[in-house]
């Protein structure tokens, strides 16, 4: 087992084709999928082994299968890390980097907009156990020097945030984590590690949702936490063996193999991505552009220290409210209206009435999602091909009045 994954001297697009492969007896080209939830031993002697940790080979799949750590090697490759864990989920993923490492009394601080399922991770099911939290604006760098406590112990954030798109400033926040010894916690989904690479930039752990930009191709979910060797250790080893949120071999080798073009995608989606946010801008229908590769963003420098490129999602205000919005949806020929992102498709989702729905209207107004609020998630086609059907929806829905 390569479960280390050695300095790379390549770039990281060619780590994405080649990092992690471990070619079995057969000689195969391409990554193999090992469909199994066990493995047999040749002896008592080697299963003995095995169970006192003398014998690195896979017990269960629980614990951990080939394909899966292909997956894992080549993840944490890319990101930076000594270590990476797969799990069935982008969830299941931010749910481990949290409650594997607190305990009952600890203190979480964690910035205010933050994906739907995090927050009620943070502020409804960890408190069942006497985990504590509080929210603050991630934009503000002394909101998290003051909210820390004598047990805090997490620092959570996404940046980009979802759906408008409010950066953190992963280095300065990792610099006051560490001064009090806090675990700085990036879940870095809406970036993906073409457009940001969180643990060089000063996060300890950066979690995935493997579902959106690495798979890219809506067939399978999957989440990914990186970290450290020693976190992996004292931390998340016991939690995945004993809680069973496991990913997959099948969607381990699907995953795995959409990494080899990660790069190119990625990179192809952010370049249409600026494209469709500049006309948007000039849009007479559209009356505020949130984009972080804009000049216009009022984060746009934190963005140049940290982001790649922009990134693959718009968010923007339609000229009207929630009808205008919606007529606009609607009348959408080609982008297809669904809450995912990071796909090859195009995709466009109105926050207030889906993803940020049960939030009250004050907490969806603390965080700027009003009713004509649309977020737009760019994926591979012809960037003048979107601005088309976007000029045409836009338009038509002005019209109707
Ligand atoms: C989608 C998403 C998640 C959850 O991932 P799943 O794979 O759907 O469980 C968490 N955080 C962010 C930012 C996401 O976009």
């Given at each position: 087992?390569?479960?280390?994954?050695?300095?790379?001297?390549?770039?990281?697009?060619?780590?994405?084709?080649?990092?992690?492969?471990?070619?079995?007896?057969?000689?195969?080209?391409?990554?193999?999928?090992?469909?199994?939830?066990?493995?047999?031993?040749?002896?008592?002697?080697?299963?003995?082994?095995?169970?006192?940790?003398?014998?690195?080979?896979?017990?269960?799949?629980?614990?951990?299968?080939?394909?899966?750590?292909?997956?894992?090697?080549?993840?944490?490759?890319?990101?930076?890390?000594?270590?990476?864990?797969?799990?069935?989920?982008?969830?299941?993923?931010?749910?481990?980097?949290?409650?594997?490492?607190?305990?009952?009394?600890?203190?979480?601080?964690?910035?205010?907009?933050?994906?739907?399922?995090?927050l009620q991770v943070i502020t409804n099911l960890l408190p069942r156990y006497g985990i504590t939290y509080t929210l603050i604006d991630g934009a503000e760098l002394s909101a998290w020097s003051a909210a820390i406590q004598p047990q805090t112990r997490v620092f959570f954030c996404e940046t980009p945030s979802n759906p408008m798109l409010e950066l953190v400033d992963i280095g300065a926040v990792g610099e006051i984590a560490r001064s009090a010894g806090i675990c700085f916690v990036v879940d870095n989904a809406f970036a993906s590690p073409a457009v940001q690479r969180a643990a060089p930039l000063g996060a300890d752990v950066v979690t995935y949702s493997a579902t959106k930009h690495i798979d890219g191709q809506g067939r399978c979910l999957g989440g990914a936490i990186c970290c450290s060797e020693a976190f992996y250790q004292q931390h998340l080893q016991f939690y995945i063996r004993h809680t069973g949120p496991s990913l997959s071999p099948f969607n381990a080798w699907t995953l795995a193999k959409s990494l080899e073009t990660l790069d190119i995608r990625v990179t192809q989606m952010a370049r249409s991505a600026a494209n469709v946010a500049a006309f948007l801008t000039e849009h007479p229908a559209v009356e505020h552009v949130s984009y972080p590769g804009l000049a216009s963003h009022s984060q746009h420098a934190i963005a140049r220290r940290q982001m790649i490129n922009g990134g693959t999602?718009?968010?923007?205000?339609?000229?009207?409210?929630?009808?205008?919005?919606?007529?606009?949806?609607?009348?959408?020929?080609?982008?297809?209206?669904?809450?995912?992102?990071?796909?090859?498709?195009?995709?466009?989702?109105?926050?207030?009435t889906t993803t940020h729905r049960v939030l009250s209207d004050e907490q969806r107004w603390s965080v700027g999602i009003t009713n004509s609020l649309v977020r737009l998630s760019v994926g591979l086609e012809l960037d003048e091909d979107l601005m088309t059907d976007l000029d045409q929806a836009l338009n038509c829905a002005q019209g109707e009045g």
């Open positions: 087992m390569l479960e280390h994954p050695a300095p790379s001297p390549w770039s990281v697009q060619t780590q994405l084709v080649h990092d992690g492969l471990d070619r079995s007896d057969f000689g195969e080209t391409t990554e193999a999928l090992y469909l199994t939830s066990g493995y047999v031993y040749d002896s008592a002697e080697q299963a003995a082994d095995r169970f006192s940790g003398e014998d690195e080979g896979y017990i269960y799949s629980r614990y951990g299968n080939p394909t899966v750590s292909l997956f894992e090697r080549r993840l944490a490759a890319i990101e930076g890390t000594e270590r990476c864990a797969a799990l069935s989920s982008g969830m299941a993923a931010m749910y481990a980097a949290l409650a594997s490492q607190l305990r009952a009394g600890d203190h979480i601080v964690a910035s205010r907009a933050l994906f739907g399922s995090c999602l718009v968010s923007f205000q339609v000229r009207g409210g929630q009808n205008a919005a919606f007529r606009a949806l609607n009348a959408l020929g080609l982008i297809r209206i669904s809450n995912n992102l990071g796909d090859s498709k195009s995709m466009v989702t109105h926050p207030a």
